[in-house]
């Protein structure tokens, strides 16, 4: 267990639709990052933030959003579904947000694009 | 974007039997990490390396950051059925801040 939570853990929607994931981070961690895995792409980094600002963004859509709280947990925004974006999406934390700081993984929401 | 190679993609090989893999880059790197996802999972860390050269165990698992720091490697001894996973190499290239990018993966099976 990393101590990385995510919610929901399965997510079943149709194309069109709009869905919001989850994380909270281990206790402690400042920065949050969102990744997409899908099969044919491997992990792909999507957004970094740290204490509630934005610092990175990656190969993230514009229909994608993403938001950190004054608490710390994070969530990503995803709308105007497609069938591709069917794929799992983790968050991962950690202390700081130096290239030196290792990040823990959630244990990712698979998200399923009907 | 970046591409961080890892070879081999796939492995096939018998409990009891010691396992290389490796992960370049034409980036260099102040950072790099190992990590180990089973199906449906996170990626769970098992290593990390902060220096080039720096040689670092855990458990049967050993690592080396290369000397380039474009290259890292990852043994494993005495494999076991549960060592059984997809591993990945991850780091954020010098030139890009904190921006993570993961290998292509190596996928390894253990035959009991």
């Known amino acids: 267990d990393s101590g990385v939570t995510q919610t929901p853990k399965h997510l079943i929607t149709a194309t069109g639709q709009r869905v919001t994931l989850r994380c909270s981070p281990r206790?402690?961690?400042?920065?949050v990052y969102w990744y997409q895995q899908s099969l044919d792409q491997g992990l792909q980094f999507l957004i970094h933030?740290?204490?509630?600002?934005?610092?990175a963004k990656g190969n993230i859509l514009e229909r994608f959003s993403a938001q950190q709280f004054p608490d710390l947990h994070s969530e990503l925004n995803l709308s105007s579904l497609e069938l591709g974006d069917s794929a799992l999406y983790f968050c991962?934390?950690?202390?700081?947000?130096?290239?030196?700081?290792?990040?823990?993984f959630g244990p990712g929401t698979r998200l399923t694009v009907l | 974007g970046q591409q961080l190679n890892q070879s081999p993609q796939s492995m096939f090989i018998q409990e009891g039997e010691d396992v290389s893999m490796n992960c370049t880059s034409s980036?260099?790197?102040?950072?790099w990490l190992w990590y180990k996802q089973d199906p449906g999972e996170g990626p769970v860390l098992l290593i990390a390396?902060?220096?080039?050269?720096e040689l670092t165990s855990n458990g049967r698992l050993t690592a080396q950051f290369g000397i380039t720091r474009k290259d890292s490697f990852l043994n494993i001894s005495a494999s076991i059925p549960s060592d059984v996973g997809i591993y990945f190499c991850?780091?954020?290239?010098?030139?890009?801040?904190?921006?993570?990018?993961f290998g292509t993966g190596t996928s390894l099976t253990v035959i009991p």
């Open positions: 933030y740290y204490n509630g600002e934005e610092r």
């Open positions: 980036s260099i790197f102040n950072t």
């Open positions: 991850a780091g954020p290239p010098t030139n890009t801040g904190n921006q993570f990018y």
């Open positions: 991962a934390s950690s202390v700081a947000s130096g290239d030196s700081d290792t990040q823990y």
């Open positions: 206790s402690g961690d400042l920065s």
């Open positions: 390396l902060y220096k080039a050269g």
